[in-house]
């Protein structure tokens, strides 16, 4: 049931923040930039964030013993989660305007 109710957290999560990022991106973006926009950060978050947790795994314990080592885990993997949604949105916003500008 583990894994399963994991699955399930993160679409729960993740489908309501994809709404979100396409209604915004909607009012400032054509169709297919739109859900490029609420789409490609999304994952690219989801994957960087994958990508620091994996990264960091071996530098710590097998269990980490302390909230503040847990915190810490979390909030690197979270900052380039984060940092990599954010770079995904620039690309596809300057490739949209660089596109349509010609």
């Given at each position: 049931m583990g894994?399963?109710?994991?699955l399930l957290?993160?679409?729960?999560?993740?489908?309501?923040?994809?709404?979100l990022l396409f209604?915004?991106?909607k009012l400032f973006l054509p169709l297919k930039?739109?859900?490029l926009m609420a789409l490609l950060p999304t994952f690219a978050g989801a994957v960087g964030f994958g990508?620091?947790?994996l990264a960091q795994a071996p530098f710590y314990p097998a269990k980490l013993q302390s909230e503040e080592?847990?915190?810490?885990?979390?909030?690197?993997?979270?900052s380039v989660g984060i940092?990599?949604?954010?770079?995904t949105g620039v690309a596809i916003w300057w490739r949209s305007r660089r596109v349509s500008a010609t």
């Open positions: 894994p399963l109710f994991s957290l993160v679409l729960t999560l993740a489908v309501p923040v994809i709404l209604v915004v991106a930039t739109s859900l990508i620091a947790a080592m847990v915190a810490l885990y979390l909030g690197i993997s979270f940092l990599a949604a954010i770079f």
